[in-house]
DNA sequence: CCACTTTTAGCCTGGTAGTCTAAAACCTTG
DNA sequence: CAAGGTTTTAGACTACCAGGCTAAAAGTGG
């Protein structure tokens, strides 16, 4: 005896300047009308990530995933009311620039008031803004939640958005230049309403995902005591 | 159609100065006679975690088991010869001062110097040694490779062990100490052979995985610019 | 040309890690 | 019992980096 295992995937963007994760309302019992996350069943000869790729691709444009990894397996029998069923969660990265072309029974909801959804979904989106959280203060991720090209205060906002805390775009600039992920483009942005000096422009220096040696502490010392 | 799933362990200890991880040696094909992870089917009504502590159960004393953690799950359709199989792998330590009984078929290899493993073994058991690396920076999980009470000089070693370069004693205490995470007994290990000044002892504050919030960067601000 | 807005550069401060030195405390040996 | 060796420990010093602040730069609108 074999449990199911199916695929979900908690996809954020940043939208009206807050955390969106996309949901869709199921059609069937179980939690008929309840939201939930989008995924499906693994089929045979198929990767898990290849199968979470595949059910998001009827929900949005999988191409305009900047990023995704794997999250959780989560396995609690009672988990599903009618079937003995393993989910694989992922999480996936959406820039703030997109606007995805959506079925009807899908939508984007804020992260912060999500409604009750289905199964263990409200836990495993939790679970993926978390793991978003850590990863933008010690990797590039903020590359898959960005435009190609945006200036510090666009880049500020997303970064609010997805803490939900206040950042100072001077710190922010200083780190991450440091750190050689964020790269200026030259170019400058007109100011918009109400005049200011126009921003200059930045690019994340790499579009795949890279670790920055975050930890002074227990570093290889140059010398031992 | 549905794919076995089975759980896996990365089981790591420090032992004779070195990472070191516990292995048993396949009996049957395919793969007889290499060495590869603890673990076997999801049974019934069970969870993962379930699961693997009751394969886990086969080799080794799990009360001796002082953290358990889900590493990833792996779902390539070639990475058993024979069956569809997922297997989710977990990674437990155990603190340097037991010495389980094992079964015949059980050993401790050491990471740095691992044999041909079967299936992904390798890659996985690589991939537990990382995740423990880092978590040794930002978390408190040393408590789960340490005795109840040791040295500092001994918490030096179980670290040098793990991370596989020089730790500075120094730094480690004040470090651990500024955290909170370590707490001095009170109590002085006589000098062994040799002589010298007799060490303080020390213990881990908690014996569950406390973060440690380590990123100054994009902290929030006191004040908004 | 002046008031207002936004961005940007630069300085100062505080905290933390890495390095080094010397002292403390114990052992062994002559 | 004094001298020398060994290990641990405390403390000072330095370097680096993030957070906070201020003022200048560079636009817009009246």
Request: aromatic share 6%; charged share 25%.
């Given at each position: 005896?074999?449990?199911?295992q199916v695929t979900l995937a908690?996809v954020?963007?940043?939208?009206?300047?807050?955390?969106?994760?996309l949901?869709w309302?199921?059609?069937?019992?179980?939690?008929?009308?309840?939201?939930?996350l989008p995924g499906g069943y693994l089929a045979p000869a198929e990767t898990l990530e290849q199968s979470i790729r595949r059910h998001l691709a009827d929900k949005v444009d999988v191409r305009e995933v900047?990023?995704l990894?794997q999250?959780?397996?989560?396995?609690?029998?009672?988990?599903?009311?009618?079937?003995?069923?393993?989910?694989t969660?992922y999480?996936g990265?959406?820039?703030?620039?997109?606007?995805?072309?959506?079925p009807?029974?899908?939508?984007?909801?804020?992260?912060?008031?999500?409604?009750?959804?289905?199964?263990?979904?409200?836990?495993?989106?939790?679970?993926?803004?978390?793991?978003?959280?850590?990863?933008?203060?010690?990797?590039?991720?903020?590359?898959?939640?960005?435009?190609?090209?945006?200036?510090?205060?666009?880049?500020?906002?997303?970064?609010?958005?997805?803490?939900?805390?206040?950042?100072?775009?001077?710190?922010?600039?200083?780190?991450?230049?440091?750190?050689?992920?964020?790269?200026?483009?030259?170019?400058?942005?007109?100011?918009?309403?109400?005049?200011?000096?126009?921003?200059?422009?930045?690019?994340?220096?790499?579009?795949?995902?890279?670790?920055?040696?975050?930890?002074?502490?227990?570093?290889?010392?140059?010398?031992?005591?």
């Amino acid at each position: 005896m074999r449990p199911a295992q199916v695929t979900l995937a908690v996809v954020l963007q940043v939208r009206d300047g807050r955390l969106q994760v996309l949901l869709w309302q199921r059609a069937e019992e179980p939690f008929k009308g309840a939201w939930s996350l989008p995924g499906g069943y693994l089929a045979p000869a198929e990767t898990l990530e290849q199968s979470i790729r595949r059910h998001l691709a009827d929900k949005v444009d999988v191409r305009e995933v900047a990023h995704l990894e794997q999250l959780e397996t989560r396995s609690d029998p009672e988990r599903h009311p009618g079937e003995w069923q393993l989910a694989t969660a992922y999480l996936g990265l959406v820039p703030s620039d997109v606007n995805p072309a959506l079925p009807e029974d899908t939508t984007w909801h804020a992260v912060g008031r999500l409604p009750e959804l289905a199964f263990d979904h409200g836990e495993i989106t939790l679970a993926g803004r978390e793991r978003l959280r850590a990863k933008l203060s010690y990797t590039n991720v903020g590359f898959a939640l960005a435009p190609d090209t945006f200036t510090l205060s666009e880049l500020r906002d997303l970064y609010v958005a997805a803490l939900g805390h206040a950042v100072s775009a001077t710190n922010l600039k200083r780190v991450l230049l440091r750190r050689g992920v964020l790269l200026p483009t030259g170019e400058l942005r007109p100011s918009g309403q109400g005049g200011g000096r126009p921003a200059a422009c930045f690019r994340f220096e790499h579009s795949r995902l890279h670790i920055t040696d975050p930890f002074a502490v227990l570093r290889p010392p140059r010398v031992i005591d």
